[in-house]
């Protein structure tokens, strides 16, 4: 309060200082909220996949996460309705270009600027997109052709931008699986496959001239089911277990989560990149599967997601990175009923096609936060709350 007197020198007309006075608070109100709006990113996200045929509209998706507090989504292409429907909704989102266009864009520059120029410059930044992905799982998956095109269609993307004046603004990725990876047990052994070494020291070395992060598709919940006679299914959970000791580097994990993460900065260490950033850009746990997947419950699935969703509130690191808060995007936002595979595949949504929850953790459904996320969403980035505070406060001091 006494800062808002230092602006005004005494006037006569003490009715005209009140409604000075109560203009700047006014203001002042309303500015603080949206930049506490546009600061707050977080450390928690969510994957937005669309393989389904009812899902609610991307507008109404929007007010979902705003209702849930939730910032950071990834989408796994650049649909134009999830990008108008999220317009001034201040949520960051990770669009994506399909592994199918890779191939062009490695040898032909003109298809990335025709690319972003189609998909991020007309939304931009009406709708905060914050980064591309370039391509998904490419060099842990079969096709040595597009390990091949890669690191040629990830440089092409962001001159792209630079050409557009918004590799500033715009981070450029490519998220890996596990499957990259020779060994992850203990973490400090954490290491590359001989057979990508070549392509992701390329990648790696351009990252770390740009500034971009590691993303590792890193799931507990896939270990698990793979080997469920050896794994202890509460370490997967992060739920009370003995643990793991690593002699190496003298640190215990009571955890898989941060196992996994552990041993890509090994990875990344033995390549020369220790302080490149590792970022989760796919985790969670199925609710339901086949006969054969064991432990694709839905009390697990709340389990796991309960546990990590407190973790990341925490914003703390890993024993091996402890100053570095694990950032992770967790899969997925909805079930979708399309998704060919075995059973767990449409069944990792955190909440169900009506927008209602999957099983709580602490999220509320559309249903019961529809009503007021939109009063919040109608102003933009602004909240009411601050405006009526105000108004009120104006009435009576005038």
């Known amino acids: 309060m006494e800062c808002c007197f230092a602006f005004f020198p005494p006037f006569k007309n003490m009715g005209f200082y009140s409604f000075g006075f109560c203009f700047v608070l006014l203001f002042n109100l309303l500015l603080s909220n949206c930049l506490v709006a546009q600061a707050f990113t977080g450390t928690y996200g969510v994957n937005y996949g669309r393989i389904a045929d009812n899902l609610p509209p991307p507008a109404t998706v929007a007010i979902l996460l705003r209702a849930n507090k939730i910032k950071n989504i990834r989408i796994y292409d650049a649909d134009h309705e999830v990008l108008k429907g999220f317009s001034g909704s201040g949520i960051e989102l990770i669009v994506g270009i399909g592994n199918e266009y890779l191939k062009d864009m490695s040898v032909y520059p003109d298809k990335a600027v025709e690319w972003v120029k189609e998909n991020v410059e007309p939304f931009f930044p009406g709708t905060s997109i914050s980064g591309i992905a370039v391509g998904n799982e490419i060099l842990g998956g079969t096709d040595v052709e597009l390990w091949e095109v890669l690191v040629p269609a990830v440089k092409n993307v962001y001159h792209a931008l630079e050409q557009l004046h918004l590799s500033d603004k715009i981070e450029v990725s490519s998220p890996h699986s596990e499957a990259v990876f020779a060994t992850t047990f203990p ?139 694990v950032r992770a995007y967790i899969f997925a936002l909805f079930n979708e009923n399309l998704k060919p595979g075995p059973t767990s595949e449409r069944n990792f949504g955190l909440f169900k096609p009506d927008g209602s929850i999957s099983y709580d953790i602490g999220f509320k459904g559309l249903a019961s936060s529809a009503a007021t996320s939109l009063k919040d969403c109608q102003f933009g980035r602004f909240s009411l709350i601050p405006l009526i505070a105000a108004t009120i406060l104006v009435f009576f001091l005038i």
């Open 187 to 325: 973490p400090s052994a954490g290491a590359f496959k001989e057979s990508v070494l070549p392509y992701m020291r390329s990648l790696l070395q351009f990252f770390s001239q740009i500034g971009s992060p590691f993303y590792i598709n890193a799931y507990p919940f896939l270990a698990y089911i793979n080997d469920p006679s050896h794994i202890d299914i509460n370490y997967a959970l992060s739920q009370p277990n003995p643990g793991i000791y690593d002699a190496k580097t003298n640190l215990h994990y009571d955890n898989m989560f941060e196992a996994q993460i552990d041993a890509a900065y090994a990875a990344l260490e033995k390549v020369g990149h220790s302080k490149m950033q590792v970022i989760v850009s796919e985790t969670g746990w199925a609710s339901g599967g086949d006969e054969n997947e064991a432990g694709a419950t839905l009390k697990n699935a709340r389990t796991y997601n309960h546990n990590l969703r407190k973790r990341l509130a925490r914003k703390k690191g890993t024993p091996y990175r402890p100053k570095m808060p």
